[in-house]
């Protein structure tokens, strides 16, 4: 039982007990007098009641501390003549009640003072990407293109290299500089790198336009989604500027950088280039002047992102993670998604295709949530968009829809939450990560909209368990059962990092987590001044203790334990 839980239920036991002990006999005792008033002879002198009620409720109110004392003392105090033995019982059994739940109302309190001065040292420390001032990049005409990378429903993804400045033309560095120095995928993971990035470190997203208009103003109110990951530089800087509608009519959320959500560094119009196979790849989009056929206008918005080696899709047909490394890619993606909705962005087309890979200096996998055509980020909207008619879009992979947003049905006043879609696409997306197929993924696959969680296929048994469980739990159908991104990324950190903490579940309590928290966020400020072996799980380590919430912390460890439990005797049964 939570703390808030506990501290109701005594309220009200104590709100009875008050009735049945104090308020009660008082009646009585007034009725009397009020009786012998009535009574014919020389007046008496009537004795009323105490009016001790009020400044005990205030008493009470300011402290419970105090409230359990004064239960404990009438339970002592209270003579076989004036109440009965069940009353003097009930009286000192909730006094030491609320003793208790003092006691650990204050061990929270200390928990969550530290939780607080943990979240502030490592909120402090932003992420940094390596991203240094630069005034270039706002042409097309600024960079080399190279070969086309990937191609999707709406767009084609092409390497490209920034042009160099004339010796001494100007101070700035470069795009070119764009990406931190040192090797990239090294070890086992060298052969699967693209020889072509250290040519061409950037890759550019052309948008296909299919009747946006071809004025600057009318391309980004349409592709205004795509700009929710832009850097506060990726517009240049224009007098007056652009007013962004997003599709409800709204200005567009923007999200902060973050280690594994994609960073679009610059964002302009241009006219649409013939690239190489265009013609061949996708004549329909092309504008008259390329293809007479084509139906495409002729100038669309074009992305300048960082250019990863391969998305997860193409990464798990070429290479089999580690149960450790399928471990901090599920958490990655959490950490993620928490990043999204904390700012109030729903991606609702979270699949394989669009999550892209790279690699730190040890070799472990980096990654980053990308391509957000489809996303939710009005400012007044909060995960939440009103479904009136079926002409409203529900997100992009029907697929990998959570049941809360597949099941749902229009009308007047119908409106779907997105707080936990992401999440469960997250648990879906697992299976790929684990080396089994996409459960979800037609026609073989189940059917978001009614699936029952029983029928959901095993993950391998090299999967370790605490991470099995986050998968269970993630896929849940009920999105109150279903933990949220925030929670399951913890139930994850204290499975790969809270060891001594959670050695013995019977004696494990936040003040143990509070002194593992100290001693983590330690190590983790003394790993950022030496040598990093995994910079991704640093970076994770810091995503969990800036997003230190003591709420979500106890209910990720009552998750992890519970499942530990449940695991135990499991064990013992068979």
């Given at each position: 039982m939570s703390v808030k839980h506990a501290i109701s239920r005594g309220l009200e036991m104590g709100r009875s007990v008050f009735q049945l002990g104090v308020l009660k006999p008082v009646a009585r005792l007034a009725a009397k007098f009020r009786g012998e008033r009535l009574r014919v002879g020389p007046p008496a002198r009537s004795v009323q009641p105490q009016t001790f009620l009020p400044y005990r409720y205030r008493y009470y109110r300011m402290s419970l501390s105090g409230l359990a004392a004064q239960l404990q003392s009438l339970g002592f105090r209270r003579f076989p003549g004036t109440g009965s033995p069940r009353n003097r019982a009930v009286f000192l059994a909730f006094g030491l009640g609320l003793g208790l739940i003092e006691q650990q109302l204050e061990d929270d309190r200390r928990s969550a003072a530290t939780c607080q001065e943990i979240q502030a040292v490592f909120r402090k420390r932003k992420f940094q990407n390596p991203l240094k001032p630069f005034t270039l990049g706002y042409r097309l005409e600024d960079y080399m293109m190279g070969k086309q990378i990937g191609m999707g429903c709406d767009a084609a993804v092409y390497e490209a290299a920034a042009h160099l400045p004339a010796p001494g033309e100007r101070r700035e560095c470069s795009l070119v500089e764009l990406v931190s120095g040192g090797k990239d995928g090294q070890g086992e993971h060298e052969a699967l790198r693209s020889g072509s990035i250290a040519s061409y470190p950037l890759a550019v997203k052309m948008m296909w336009n299919l009747g946006a208009g071809s004025s600057r103003e009318a391309i980004l109110n349409s592709m205004s989604q795509e700009l929710v990951p832009a850097s506060p530089l990726a517009l240049k800087e224009e007098t007056p500027a652009p007013v962004l509608d997003g599709r409800f009519g709204g200005t567009p959320r923007r999200v902060s950088a973050h280690p594994n959500v994609v960073r679009v560094y610059r964002a302009f119009t241009a006219e649409v280039p013939l690239l190489p196979g265009a013609l061949e790849e996708y004549p329909d989009v092309l504008p008259p002047r390329l293809n007479p056929a084509g139906l495409g206008s002729n100038s669309t918005l074009f992305l300048v992102m960082k250019n990863y080696p391969f998305n997860l899709r193409q990464y798990l047909q070429a290479a089999v993670p580690s149960h450790r490394e399928g471990t901090l890619m599920l958490l990655q993606l959490l950490e993620g998604v928490d990043h999204l909705c904390k700012q109030g962005v729903a991606h609702r087309d979270l699949k394989s295709d669009n999550v892209l890979v790279e690699f730190d200096s040890g070799g472990c996998p980096r990654i980053v949530i990308a391509d957000f055509g489809c996303c939710l980020a009005e400012r007044d909207r909060a995960l939440r968009m009103p479904f009136n008619n079926r002409c409203?879009?529900?997100?992009?992979?029907?697929?990998?829809?959570?049941?809360?947003?597949?099941?749902?049905?229009?009308?007047?006043?119908?409106?779907?939450?997105?707080?936990?879609?992401?999440?469960?696409?997250?648990?879906?997306?697992?299976?790929?990560?684990?080396?089994?197929?996409?459960?979800?993924?037609?026609?073989?696959?189940?059917?978001?909209?009614?699936?029952?969680?029983?029928?959901?296929?095993?993950?391998?048994?090299?999967?370790?368990?605490?991470?099995?469980?986050?998968?269970?739990?993630?896929?849940?159908?009920?999105?109150?059962?279903?933990?949220?991104?925030?929670?399951?990324?913890?139930?994850?950190?204290?499975?790969?990092?809270?060891?001594?903490?959670?050695?013995?579940?019977?004696?494990?309590?936040?003040?143990?987590?509070?002194?593992?928290?100290?001693?983590?966020?330690?190590?983790?400020?003394?790993?950022?001044?030496?040598?990093?072996?995994?910079?991704?799980?640093?970076?994770l380590q810091r995503c969990f203790l800036a997003n230190l919430d003591l709420e979500d912390l106890n209910t990720a460890m009552g998750f992890l334990l519970f499942g530990r439990e449940q695991q135990r005797r499991g064990v013992l049964a068979n």
């Open positions: 409203v879009n529900r997100g992009g992979n029907a697929s990998l829809m959570a049941p809360e947003v597949a099941t749902a049905v229009p009308g007047p006043g119908m409106v779907i939450d997105y707080s936990k879609a992401d999440a469960w696409a997250v648990g879906a997306v697992s299976y790929e990560i684990f080396g089994r197929p996409n459960p979800f993924y037609r026609p073989e696959g189940l059917d978001s909209r009614q699936y029952q969680e029983k029928q959901l296929p095993p993950l391998p048994a090299r999967v370790p368990t605490d991470t099995r469980l986050v998968v269970e739990l993630l896929l849940r159908r009920a999105p109150a059962k279903r933990p949220s991104a925030r929670v399951a990324a913890n139930i994850l950190h204290l499975s790969l990092w809270g060891g001594s903490a959670l050695a013995n579940q019977d004696t494990a309590s936040m003040k143990s987590i509070a002194d593992w928290l100290l001693c983590q966020s330690a190590v983790v400020l003394l790993r950022g001044r030496g040598p990093v072996t995994s910079s991704v799980e640093v970076e």
